[in-house]
């Protein structure tokens, strides 16, 4: 049977200050009325039934996942009792969905995503679940870039495989790559942007992570044998101790042999960082606004404003300002992939813990 796993654990640190530790990305509405998070379910609901529609999260956010996603059984919501990185908890819902169904198909979605063409979109999907039955692969969906992107992971396109959509092995993957790689990724036109989405076979990914990572997946089949038991949350903890938590990416995709990538024809951004933010804001003069923003002799600016107050600029070049309320940043637009850095610094200050 078919089911979906969103990601909703992180702290969306690279928006701050719009995203919060207490309240992070994934619960903003920031590109419509509604959140990341319930775009992402209302999104895949069309190919998934509610009922086969998981989150997985911290438990520092269940709560909140349960409040946003009224429709969505508690049941459904899987609790990590640390941040571990995502191989983790992929492996973690693989196993709780490998003991419900042993033939389980997963799409995992990050729940932070804009997608434009919903329709392309989920055709992309299904054709990633017939090739995942077909070849026990795992797939992940690519983007054309359009841009020399150093905020992305990049994917190497190599053979192509018989289908009805653009479909090809996994040659490579490369992270973040710095602006002259990237723009030589561009001009090869055989790069891809890793979105970041997985379709597999639970049993197919648990066997990944036993042959890359043997001593998580040592952990994830302890868990496994006390799934429904009493003392399931006592051992999940347990073990999750003994974990070295790692990404997907890094743990698993880099390694396989039976990775894959469709590239979609769809509209796709991770909204990650201000730059990506910014492209949703109304333009003016080569400026990006939001409302309650007045800007003369600007360029290149992004301003983010609220609703209490006007926010004017006079003269300025190449910033970003953000209005968060208590907390205003003002930042060098180059730099909006430093913010984690920086928030590692202010949380060494203890007067200033409280504006995390």
Not at 7 to 22: E, F, M, Q
Not at 28 to 41: A, E, R, Y
Not at 195 to 200: D, Q
Request: charged residues 30%; glycine residues 8%.
């Amino acid at each position: 049977m078919l089911y979906s796993l969103i990601l909703a654990g992180g702290k969306g640190t690279r928006l701050y200050p719009l995203s919060r530790g207490s309240n992070p990305k994934q619960f903003l509405k920031l590109t419509n009325n509604k959140s990341f998070l319930l775009n992402t379910v209302d999104r895949i609901s069309p190919i998934v039934d509610k009922e086969n529609i998981y989150i997985v999260t911290n438990k520092e956010y269940r709560e909140k996942v349960i409040e946003e996603l009224n429709d969505i059984k508690e049941d459904n919501i899987f609790t990590e009792p640390e941040n571990k990185e995502t191989a983790t908890c992929i492996g973690l819902s693989a196993i709780k969905l490998l003991k419900k169904d042993k033939d389980a198909v997963m799409i995992v979605l990050p729940s932070d995503h804009y997608i434009g063409d919903e329709k392309s979109y989920l055709e992309t999907l299904k054709q990633a679940v017939e090739i995942a039955e077909r070849r026990r692969g795992i797939i992940t969906l690519g983007i054309s870039p359009t841009r020399p992107e150093t905020g992305y992971g990049y994917i190497e396109m190599g053979e192509r495989i018989i289908g009805n959509f653009a479909s090809y092995r996994v040659a490579r993957f490369t992270e973040k790559p710095n602006v002259e790689v990237a723009k030589d990724f561009l001009l090869k036109g055989t790069y891809l942007w890793n979105s970041g989405m997985f379709i597999f076979r639970a049993d197919t990914i648990l066997r990944e992570i036993e042959k890359y990572l043997p001593k998580m997946y040592k952990s994830l089949m302890e868990i496994y044998k006390n799934i429904g038991e009493e003392n399931e949350e006592d051992v999940i903890t347990e073990q999750y101790r003994l974990i070295d938590g790692i990404s997907i990416d890094f743990g698993v995709m880099q390694k396989t042999r039976k990775a894959y990538v469709i590239k979609g024809d769809f509209f796709w951004d991770d909204i990650g960082s201000f730059g990506a933010l910014s492209r949703f804001l109304n333009k003016n003069g080569g400026n990006a606004v939001s409302h309650g923003v007045f800007l003369e002799e600007c360029e290149n600016c992004s301003v983010f404003g609220n609703e209490n107050k006007l926010i004017i600029g006079f003269g300025i070049k190449d910033l970003v300002v953000v209005d968060a309320g208590d907390v205003l940043l003002v930042m060098d637009k180059n730099r909006d992939q430093e913010i984690k850095h920086l928030l590692n610094t202010i949380g060494k200050e203890d007067n200033l813990k409280d504006y995390l």
